[in-house]
Nanobody, 117 residues
Framework: QVQVVESGGGLVQPGGSLRLSCAAS?????????????IYWYRQAPGKRREFVAT???????NYAISVKDRFTISRDNGKNTAYLQMNNLNVDDTAVYYC??????WGQGTQVTVSS
């Protein structure tokens, strides 16, 4: 089992930045197991479907949704069993609950990001 906890959300003005964290724990994330998981970030805005934001592979390759490319950066620290999403130049359309997925099955509860003046 893997427990996933996101943090770092909050209220920010347009043009601001936030860094989200995704911490994994549990028997299936211990030791070097975290290194074997691909990490994903998704988001869900009110009234909309959950959408892909970014992913980072076990080897560190990254991929982004077009809407966040060049503004968001995904990274991982395998020694801390944690992944990050650095979000810069935020706009109101980035307002959503952000979810982290570890591997194919382990989701966190989400963290709210609100961009508003």
């Amino acid at each position: 089992q893997v427990q996933v906890v996101e943090s770092g959300g909050g209220l920010v003005q347009p043009g601001g930045s936030l860094r989200l964290s995704c911490a994994a724990s549990g028997s299936s994330a211990s030791g070097s197991s975290f290194t074997t998981y691909i990490i994903y970030w998704y988001r869900q805005a009110p009234g909309k479907r959950r959408e892909f934001v970014a992913t980072i592979t076990t080897g560190g390759s990254t991929n982004y949704a077009i809407s966040v490319k060049d503004r968001f950066t995904i990274s991982r620290d395998n020694g801390k069993n944690t992944a990050y999403l650095q979000m810069n130049n935020l706009n109101v359309d980035d307002t959503a609950v952000y979810y982290c997925r570890v591997g194919s099955a382990y989701w966190g509860q989400g963290t709210q990001v609100t961009v508003s003046s």
